[in-house]
């Protein structure tokens, strides 16, 4: 299982961008995948995850109502689309997945140990 990310960059405050993880080794459907975060001296935070069906999604409070996840089965990738970027989201970003149940993202996002396998990370810098 290999996941590797992409779309990071240098963005303005309030600008958008959107992450892309692609995932191999597994079948898709069987996966789900979490986005998580890490910003110059701080712990690494869980941001977002959605479930094998795509049914689910879970966010962390701060990006609620900025942030979507979504995923392309055609394609096995994840997308973490956001919006209203602000300095406080500059951080390298990694996706990681999981073969779980569906129920997995509501009750397990946070639980770094959970995931089988882990990006080397794309990096965001939002800055004027």
């Given at each position: 299982l290999q996941v590797v990310e992409s779309g990071g960059d240098l963005v303005q405050p309030g600008q958008s961008l959107r992450l892309?993880?692609?995932v191999s080794?597994?079948?898709f459907i069987y996966l789900a995948v979490g986005w998580f975060r890490q910003a110059p001296g701080k712990e690494r935070e869980a941001v977002s995850c959605i479930?094998?069906?795509g049914g689910n999604e879970n966010y962390a409070d701060s990006v609620k109502g900025r942030f979507?996840?979504?995923r392309d089965g055609a394609k096995n990738v994840v997308y973490l689309q956001m919006n209203s970027?602000?300095?406080e989201d500059t951080a390298v970003y990694h996706c990681a997945a999981v073969e779980v149940a569906n129920y997995f993202c509501s009750n397990h996002m946070h639980e770094e140990n959970e995931y089988e396998s882990w990006g080397q990370g794309t990096r965001v810098?939002?800055?004027?």
């Open positions: 892309s993880c692609s080794g597994r079948p479930s094998s069906s979507t996840i979504s970027l602000k300095p810098t939002v800055s004027a």
